[in-house]
């Protein structure tokens, strides 16, 4: 088992930048990728950024990308978003997340396991 701990959302205004933390502990060895989704109220849950911590390999969705910034501390089990620029519209719950080799940003079903989510709010 993993457990995810995420920290640092928040309200911020459009244009503004806020830095996500997750922590991870258990079995962190079993995990392959770690990512960041997120969840606006009355729509699904969407892949933000993952990463391959062993490898620093990263990837991003297209509405994030050249914003978002995923990245890693292999040495304290942590991984990172970056998000600057903020609109409006990246209102949501962000969920820390890992699995294996498979996991990918399209299916949220290809993750193992989950944080219990961190609001951040931006407004105009």
């Known amino acids: 088992q993993v457990q995810l701990v995420e920290s640092g959302g928040g309200s911020v205004q459009a244009g503004g930048s806020l830095r996500l933390s997750c922590i991870a502990s258990?079995?962190?060895?079993?995990?392959?990728?770690m990512a960041w989704f997120r969840q606006a109220p009355g729509k699904e849950r969407e892949g933000v950024a993952i990463?391959?911590?062993?490898?620093?390999?990263?990837a991003y969705a297209d509405s994030v990308k050249g914003r978002f910034i995923i990245s890693q501390d292999n040495a304290n089990n942590r991984i990172y978003l970056q998000m600057n620029s903020l609109k409006t519209e990246d209102t949501a719950i962000y969920y820390c997340?890992?699995?294996?080799?498979?996991?990918?940003?399209?299916?949220?079903?290809?993750?193992?396991?989950w944080g219990q989510g961190t609001q951040v709010t931006v407004s105009l």
């Open positions: 258990g079995d962190t060895a079993s995990t392959r990728r």
């Open positions: 997340a890992a699995g294996g080799w498979m996991a990918t940003l399209a299916n949220p079903g290809t993750l193992d396991y």
């Open positions: 990463i391959v911590p062993s490898r620093g390999i990263t």
